[in-house]
């Protein structure tokens, strides 16, 4: 054995959050990667909600039915900055006693690896940091994932002992190969993306995640995967298959969802064989496409396919029915591409209650006029609207046309926070009341 490592997954700081198939696959990536070289690799993940035994039921039916459920929260006092906000800011994930039980009855790590998804999620990793330096104080802590990524000088000033910047995962394994003093080989996505995640750090699993791809082939002006990921990679459909396998045989989870956001770009090399693999071994499973799919590739006989091979949430990304602001936000997709892929989803058999619509709402220069006519669009469709709350974030070409204030403080990424400073709370309500439903999340 080379040495101990903990990898540390923090509490969320937020108004409100929601276990919709959430597992932080970037950190059990290089849990893989560290065990094949014969590290010894622990995990706290303060996000497990089946850390201890089953969680109490809360949230939607149907996602509970599909391993989801919401977090243990503890009401915290919010920023000076939030007073206005009528929401209870809290701590999301395990208690702290439970955390320190654990950290108490752990041998001393030789390092610790630490993730930070959002921006404005940072108050946990502060603590963590806090926390994780009483226990051992002589452990050096590395910090990597979005947070540090998008805001790297904000990250730097917490005092870890190496700020990983950057989200390429052959990048991020090199840096903490040097920090660690080991070569683990890898050279390009397909040698990182060889090894399954470290799932079986796990007690338990109530679902399985899947990462086919990274990258987007559009550059939409309020979303940062084109800043994250340049590149576009797609991992070979036998690899994905065969995690599918092993997640089902080790823990007998029957759900998956994927994270990929274009799952469908030039789909004929991989999701479309995939598919075809899925429905020839017929195992009892289901799969959940949370991040949202370009309704410009949906084609009926791929839709025919997903449906034989059991997916049962098909979230579609419009994000606006204004042709004016498809145009400027990125050209995504139009009405008459939209409308095609609801019509084939409909077609192959997926009832309505499977297809929702992301509907972006309040980004900056968006108008009132044209979100309620969005919703209106979606609801005369006969489907559901699912209003995706604009968070400002950084690397996107909205954000720079923010105030500093936005710019300087990650917690202003926040979005409740941002939908209370921009003035569109009441709008959001009303549009809620007729039938443009949250995003659980």
């Known amino acids: 054995m080379k040495g101990r490592v903990l990898l540390f997954n923090p509490w969320v700081?937020?108004?409100t959050a929601f276990d919709l198939w959430s597992k932080p696959l970037g950190l059990l990536y290089l849990g893989a990667h560290l065990r094949r070289r014969g590290w010894e690799v622990a995990l706290l993940d303060c996000m497990d909600r089946l850390e201890g035994g089953t969680p109490r039921p809360s949230g939607p039916k149907r996602l509970r039915e599909f391993g989801c459920g919401g977090y243990h929260k503890e009401v915290v006092s919010r920023p000076s900055f939030f007073q206005d906000i009528p929401r209870f800011f809290g701590r999301f994930g395990l208690p702290l006693s439970c955390v320190r039980e654990r950290l108490a009855k752990m041998s001393p790590p030789d390092v610790v690896l630490l993730t930070c998804g959002m921006t404005y999620w940072y108050?946990?990793?502060v603590l963590a940091g806090e926390i994780l330096q009483t226990f051992f104080p002589s452990t050096p802590l590395l910090l990597g994932g979005i947070y540090p990524t998008l805001c790297p000088e904000h990250a730097r000033r917490w005092g870890f002992d190496l700020v990983v910047e950057g989200s390429d995962?052959?990048?991020v394994l090199q840096k903490v190969g040097d920090f660690l003093g080991e070569d683990f080989g890898v050279k390009d996505y397909g040698d990182f993306f060889a090894l399954t995640p470290a799932f079986s750090l796990y007690a338990k699993l109530s679902y399985g995640v899947l990462l086919t791809s990274v990258g987007c082939p559009f550059h939409c002006s309020y979303c940062a995967s084109k800043y994250l990921y340049p590149a576009f990679f797609r991992r070979s459909w036998?690899?994905?298959w065969g995690e599918i396998c092993a997640t089902f045989e080790a823990f007998g989870v029957r759900h998956f969802a994927f994270y990929d956001d274009a799952l469908l770009f030039e789909a004929e090399e991989g999701f479309l064989p995939l598919l075809r693999e899925m429905i020839?071994?017929?195992?009892p499973l289901h799969f959940h496409l949370p991040n949202g799919i370009h309704a410009r590739y949906v084609t009926l006989p791929l839709a025919q396919l997903m449906r034989e091979a059991g997916f049962r949430t098909i979230r579609l990304s419009l994000e606006t029915a204004s042709s004016f602001?498809?145009?400027?936000?990125?050209?995504k997709v139009y009405q008459e591409e939209f409308?095609?892929?609801v019509w084939c989803f409909r077609k192959s058999g997926f009832p309505d209650t499977e297809i929702e619509v992301y509907l972006l709402f309040g980004w900056p220069g968006s108008r009132e006029e044209d979100l309620r006519m969005s919703v209106e669009y979606v609801r005369g469709l006969g489907l559901t609207p699912r209003?995706?709350?604009y968070a400002p974030t950084p690397g996107t070409s909205l954000f720079e046309e923010l105030p500093s204030s936005f710019r300087e403080e990650p917690l202003w990424h926040n979005k409740i926070a941002y939908l209370y400073a921009s003035g569109n709370e009441r709008l959001y309500e009303a549009l809620q009341r007729r039938g443009g439903e949250a995003v659980c999340r």
């Not at 602001?325 to 050209?331: I, N, P, R």
């Open 169 to 171: 995962p052959v990048l």
């Open 339 to 341: 409308e095609r892929a």
């Open 13 to 15: 700081y937020d108004f």
């Open 280 to 283: 020839r071994h017929g195992l």
């Open 325 to 331: 602001w498809q145009k400027k936000t990125g050209g």
């Open 238 to 240: 036998q690899e994905v």
């Open 123 to 125: 108050p946990g990793v």
């Open 387 to 389: 209003l995706a709350l």
